[in-house]
């Protein structure tokens, strides 16, 4: 947790209302999203016991397992839930657009808009990503053949949990995470798990204050957990007797299940409702425009007949994945603190960022020390804040974050410390700066060691390349030669 969570945490206490902790909303909120709550049967790894999903708010589909314990009414449930799911998904696939690349010299095409899913917790995207490899390899023929519709459910949810891992994508979300983003309560991060009662901290009824809130919401009677997992007192005295029978009576199963989800529905409602409320970041709508060609090429892949994803990636997959995970999370934190001053302000706190005033600017000055005479303009930065940057560090700024600045001199002068700057880049390909490129004086100018530079991806080996032990191929064996001391021994 850092320093301002923390007072932000503090401060959510004393005043009984969870504190902002962003200013903008990092995150794309669809306008058509398909909200999926799973409800998962205790002791039984993965199996399904119920779902409530639709795109509705006032029609909500809810889906019932019969008895979970039973293979067929398994892919039964799986194939009902594919009639939600894979209809939505196809949905966006009438309206494509031409995306200019290699510097313009061609075009490619994508999807104008894509899916989004909605799960109230991280326990909903593990579900999802477990329900997704138990199907996604089903046969559609033989003994045990399962609907067509069933392995492409499954390739679908492997989909869409995989995105959730990248930082900063929107395909998958889970409305804790979302909220927490935004939000600070008055209570630990584990209890802010429990949706219900972070809710309460951030909207509590009107007389309550948000402790208050989350307390009620603390009775599983009148807010039941957002699943996958249930009450143990409702499996025990109420789910318990309802599947002990083999024909259990699934109108009553069906009404006792509706009564544990509906309130979870209205929930996941009302977080989309607050995030709503808040303007999208500045880099969020560029974010959504990768996610966009991500489900593009996917679609791609199923049109064209490709293989369902691996049940484990291999050691150079896993390796350029991990890479890829890595650049994205580093890319995300850069552009929160770059579009939300609250964000930056962890930055600033240590050092990583600061603000100060431009007291001098030579904008015309040129560097002639090289084969060719390049722009150059230096500016002085004097600020109060604590600067934690050596000289020869390079700083950019979100005012101008094409433009690198090479620290030349730090110096401390009082209570102040002087920044002086070399700037290269964003000023245009002339010898003369192009109006406003370059800080005036008088200007106010934050800067920081992030940088949204591009990030090249790793080298990695063919699989082929690799070592038998990462999967490459087996060290071809070579017999002793007759007479030696190997062969001897052998």
């Not at 989909?159 to 927490?180: D, H, M, R, T, Y």
């Not at 200007?443 to 699989?463: D, K, M, N, Q, V």
Request: glycine fraction near 8%; aromatic fraction near 6%.
């Amino acid at each position: 947790m850092s320093t301002l969570t923390a007072l932000a945490r503090a401060q959510a206490l004393i005043e009984g209302r969870a504190q902002p902790v962003a200013t903008v909303r990092h995150l794309h909120v669809h306008s058509r999203p398909l909200v999926l709550i799973p409800l998962a049967m205790a002791g039984e790894a993965n199996a399904p016991l119920a779902a409530m999903a639709g795109t509705d708010r006032s029609a909500p589909r809810l889906l019932v397992v019969a008895q979970p314990r039973n293979r067929s009414d398994r892919f039964a449930f799986a194939a009902e839930l594919a009639e939600v799911l894979v209809p939505y998904v196809d949905s966006f696939t009438s309206e494509t657009e031409a995306v200019a690349v290699d510097r313009g010299r061609d075009v490619r095409h994508r999807f104008t808009d894509a899916p989004q899913l909605w799960v109230p917790n991280t326990g909903g995207v593990d579900f999802l990503r477990l329900f997704g490899r138990s199907t996604r390899f089903r046969s559609t023929e033989g003994e045990y053949a399962v609907p067509p519709s069933v392995p492409l459910l499954g390739r679908w949810l492997t989909f869409f949990a995989n995105a959730a891992e990248v930082a900063g994508s929107s395909l998958l979300l889970n409305a804790v995470q979302a909220l927490g983003l935004h939000w600070a309560s008055g209570q630990s991060s584990a209890e802010d798990a429990q949706l219900a009662a972070l809710l309460g901290w951030i909207s509590p009824p009107p007389g309550r204050t948000g402790a208050e809130a989350a307390r009620a919401a603390e009775n599983p009677e009148l807010c039941p957990p957002a699943g996958p997992a249930t009450d143990p007192a409702f499996d025990n005295h109420v789910l318990a007797p309802l599947l002990s029978t083999a024909d259990p009576d699934v109108a009553a199963l069906t009404e006792v299940l509706r009564a544990q989800l509906r309130p979870t529905w209205e929930l996941m409602w009302r977080t989309l409702d607050l995030l709503r409320e808040l303007p999208p970041g500045a880099r969020v709508a560029g974010r959504w425009d990768s996610d966009r060609d991500t489900y593009s090429g996917f679609v791609q892949h199923l049109a064209e007949g490709g293989p369902p994803q691996p049940r484990r990636d291999g050691a150079v997959a896993a390796a350029a994945r991990l890479h890829r995970l890595e650049n994205a999370a580093t890319r995300y934190a850069v552009q929160r603190a770059f579009d939300d001053p609250l964000v930056m302000a962890e930055y600033r706190l240590t050092g990583a960022a600061f603000v100060g005033d431009v007291t001098l600017a030579k904008a015309d000055r040129i560097d002639d020390s090289g084969k060719r005479p390049v722009l150059r303009p230096r500016i002085m930065v004097v600020t109060t804040e604590t600067v934690r940057v050596e000289p020869g560090a390079t700083l950019s700024s979100p005012q101008r974050p094409g433009q690198k600045a090479l620290v030349i001199s730090v110096t401390a002068v009082d209570e102040k410390t002087e920044v002086l700057l070399e700037l290269s880049g964003g000023m245009g390909r002339k010898l003369v700066a192009e109006p406003g490129s370059v800080p005036e004086v008088g200007e106010r100018l934050l800067l920081t060691t992030l940088s949204e530079a591009y990030r090249p991806g790793g080298a990695f080996p063919e699989p082929d390349q690799t070592p038998w032990t990462h999967g490459g191929p087996p060290v071809a064996y070579e017999p002793p030669e007759a007479g030696s001391e190997q062969a001897d021994q052998q």
